[in-house]
């Protein structure tokens, strides 16, 4: 038989192939993120199926497409029309047409960053990702006898489901069987592809080999998924609250940031639960919140009146264009732990409060200012002076809490009045100069001249920091979602001069960037504004809704102080005159008081932490649908660099670089020199790295120097490469300077000639004895 007519038919296969594709349908169900998602197992179902009646046929890849786009537009709006309620009233057409007209909605809402409440778009989406996995699964199976790509991708879906639903009951049962079924139809399409080439040499086949074989597969496969499920701890990565999960989950924060719109109508538990801050901030476009509760706290004491707590999870101190900060370190302590001091700062009381969570995976800690204890294991973000002096930006919980979890925390916190903040002096200490007067380099003139503007007759820096926090409460519109800045416009000029209305996080971005440039250092803050608060037990009741941004000033003598320019809060209120309780002498509510602000607690002060999960290795096996991912990957793009296939019209590097660009994340400096390197010719790219031996040797390239020159260099640096150097200078000269051909393969070979040399001399000189 012809290779191209062979067709892979066998039903053991077929069964395994369906199997693997239900199993990772239906953990999306058990997901519970909304209704209907039942219609994905008979999707995935119906395109397996019809897939592999495609690839048995004799019908060209064409026709093949073509029937495939016919009955993906006929069956998906079939089952999405079969979800909504059944009408005699209702025709089909008008029921596709509600489909559409929901659809489009969504899609304009989450293009114009807006939450999308209706489900129906992640439904869709849903659906549409499981029919094509089914469609090429089935086909690949029956024509080639290689469905692994369209697996790994079901693989890679049903661990980023783990992922963001990892609180499911037995979540870890369809992995282990998803594999395992894996694993079998390996072992099966292996016999098959054994088989017929046993046949083809003539060579006699035993009829229970193929029994043998699975037997063997089934049994080490099993064992293998029994000993996995009983370690004590799954996957590390996928299990919530440990280090390589926590960094997984930062890691993919921009992109769901970026996503979690789309998805605002399910009902997860994840999804919805809590926010999280990290290394950096975008203004965003904003969007309504829920009024699901966070966490809750409860204060061990009343508050002295006037003051008002903030619920912060990190500051900021570099703007541009969004937030982030600048070479903050983080150290991990314990329960019960607080090796770091403050400022000896006026205008403080000591607070005692308990948060309990009442969200899953809550990873920032919530804390009033500045914590002195808190008795759960925290990595703690900031950077320690010479003085011994923390400059606090936030804490992270290590494990993360849970819903019901509940942590005590020691908070020094502002009670300043206003007569002493007018009596502050204008000198700064030079690290915050240094770090709290930062503007970006293209900074509008426009925002420096309105700030001189409106403080121009005041008597003070606090009568100062009123007036532009006034201004933007009276002058700038509150609204919980706007449209998206102008490319290439920067979103403060943007909001102060031609929007003219926003959110909090553009609140608090123009009053920090307005004091800082008329010297006033002050920092971007966020976390949850105060909350709901029930007096009959000084209880504080946070919300998804209450999430907020805010600044802090810094005023010399008293530290850091919260101002409220956001038009939808109250505005703050401050003591006018300072009273006794505003100091650092307040006493709490613990066993032991407090003496100092930077006296730790004994450990028995507090209640103990809850047991932390013990370490385990990680199961291996839970990775290799990801590996294979990584491999097919790798293997793609070596073979666009060999030209054998052509996925993008432009190098990967430079293709990241434009969707990053065009998407306004930030471009860090090595992507940019990996995108100019792509560019080049092949080389060319050989001619730079050629560049880059030098520094082995404690060399540098001098960018003047001609190829000659360079070469000479190296020659003088490399001795035993010369003759390397002068056939690929050759070659290379022949490629820049001449209409000649080119001998690329010779000049590759010369190329790596050179680099064995210069591994080589870098050795020598590395283990030569002085």
């Not at 994840?270 to 204060?299: E, I, K, N, P």
């Not at 703007?319 to 770091?340: L, M, Q, R, V």
């Not at 930030?666 to 995108?675: F, V």
């Not at 040797?697 to 020159?709: C, I, L, R, V, Y």
Request: aromatic share 12%; hydrophobic share 40%.
């Amino acid at each position: 038989m012809d290779k191209k007519t062979i067709r892979w038919w066998d039903i053991p296969a077929t069964i395994l192939l369906i199997a693997a594709l239900e199993v990772a349908a239906f953990r999306l169900q058990t997901t519970g993120w909304t209704t209907n998602l039942g219609i994905v197992e008979v999707l995935v179902l119906i395109a397996g199926v019809y897939g592999l009646a495609l690839g048995y046929s004799s019908f060209q890849p064409g026709i093949i497409w073509l029937f495939g786009l016919v009955n993906t537009l006929f069956f998906i709006p079939l089952e999405l029309g079969l979800t909504m309620e059944p009408s005699t009233n209702v025709e089909w057409w008008d029921r596709l047409n509600d489909l559409y007209a929901r659809l489009y909605y969504s899609i304009s809402d989450f293009i114009h960053a807006k939450p999308v409440q209706d489900p129906l778009l992640f439904i869709t989406v849903m659906a549409l990702f499981f029919w094509l996995i089914g469609l090429l699964a089935g086909y690949q199976l029956t024509r080639h006898g290689k469905p692994w790509g369209p697996l790994i991708v079901a693989g890679l879906g049903l661990l980023i489901v783990d992922f963001y639903n990892p609180y499911a009951a037995n979540r870890d049962r369809f992995s282990g069987v998803f594999v395992f079924i894996i694993l079998f139809l390996v072992a099966r399409l292996y016999y098959l592809k054994s088989r017929r080439e046993w046949i083809e040499k003539g060579t006699t086949v035993d009829p229970e080999i193929g029994f043998d074989l699975g037997r063997t597969v089934a049994i080490s496969g099993l064992a293998l998924v029994l000993v996995a499920w009983n370690m004590p701890v799954l996957v590390e990565a996928l299990t919530p609250g440990t280090t390589i999960q926590k960094e997984l989950a930062r890691q993919w924060e921009t992109l769901r940031d970026k996503l979690q719109n789309a998805v605002a109508g399910l009902k997860s538990p994840v999804v919805s639960s809590s926010d999280y801050y990290g290394t950096t901030l975008s203004l965003g476009a904003g969007g309504t919140r829920d009024d699901q509760t966070v966490f809750t706290v409860q204060l061990k004491q009343p508050l002295p009146a006037g003051v008002r707590l903030y619920w912060k999870a990190r500051s900021y101190d570099t703007y541009d264009g969004a937030w982030s900060n600048t070479d903050t370190n983080s150290k991990a302590i314990g329960s019960g732990e607080w090796p770091f001091k403050y400022p000896d700062w006026k205008g403080r009381i000591l607070v005692d409060l308990t948060i309990n969570a009442a969200s899953s995976d809550i990873r920032n800690l919530y804390i009033p200012q500045f914590p002195l204890q808190i008795n759960h294991p925290v990595d703690v973000m900031g950077n320690v002076g010479v003085d011994g002096i923390l400059d606090y930006v936030g804490a992270m919980a290590d494990p993360s809490l849970d819903n019901g979890n509940s942590v005590e925390e020691r908070s020094w916190v502002t009670s300043v009045a206003i007569d002493q903040l007018r009596g502050a002096s204008n000198i700064y200490p030079e690290s915050i100069r240094t770090t709290y007067l930062q503007l970006p380099p293209d900074f509008n003139r426009r925002i420096r001249i309105l700030a001189n503007q409106i403080s121009a007759s005041q008597p003070s820096t606090y009568d100062n920091v009123v007036a532009i926090t006034n201004w933007l409460r009276t002058n700038i519109t509150y609204s919980e979602a706007i449209d998206p800045p102008p490319q290439g416009v920067d979103p403060i000029t943007w909001f102060l001069f031609t929007n003219k209305k926003g959110f909090c996080n553009y609140y608090a971005s123009a009053e920090v960037l307005m004091l800082r440039s008329i010297g006033i250092p002050a920092r971007l803050a966020v976390g949850y504004a105060q909350g709901e608060l029930d007096p009959t037990n000084d209880t504080y009741t946070v919300r998804r809704r209450d999430a907020h941004a805010w600044p802090e000033v810094y005023f010399t003598g008293y530290g850091w102080v919260e101002f409220e320019p956001t038009a939808s809060q109250p505005a703050t209120q401050l003591a006018a005159t300072a009273s006794s309780e505003s100091s650092t002498s307040f006493s709490p509510t613990f066993p032991a008081p407090i003496r100092t602000p930077n006296a730790p607690l004994e450990r028995n002060e507090l209640t103990p932490p809850r047991p932390q999960p013990t370490s385990s290795p990680i199961n291996w096996w839970m990775v290799i649908p990801l590996i294979l991912v990584i491999g097919l990957v790798a293997l793609l793009a070596w073979l666009q660099r060999r030209g054998k296939i052509r996925l993008l019209s432009q190098p990967f590097p430079v293709v990241l670089e434009q969707t990053m660009q065009r998407r306004g994340f930030h471009i860090p400096g090595w992507l940019r020199q990996w995108a100019r390197l792509a560019e080049l010719s092949p080389i060319e790219r050989m001619y730079t790295r050629l560049g880059w031996t030098l520094p082995l040797f404690g060399q540098k390239a001098d960018p003047s120097h001609t190829p000659s020159e360079r070469f000479a260099q190296l020659s003088k640096t490399i001795p035993a490469a010369s003759g390397s150097l002068r056939d690929f200078l050759f070659e290379y000269e022949r490629a820049e300077y001449s209409p000649n051909p080119v001998d690329i393969e010779k000049a590759s070979q010369a190329n790596g000639i050179v680099w064995q040399e210069a591994r080589r001399a870098f050795w020598k000189r590395l283990t030569r004895r002085p």
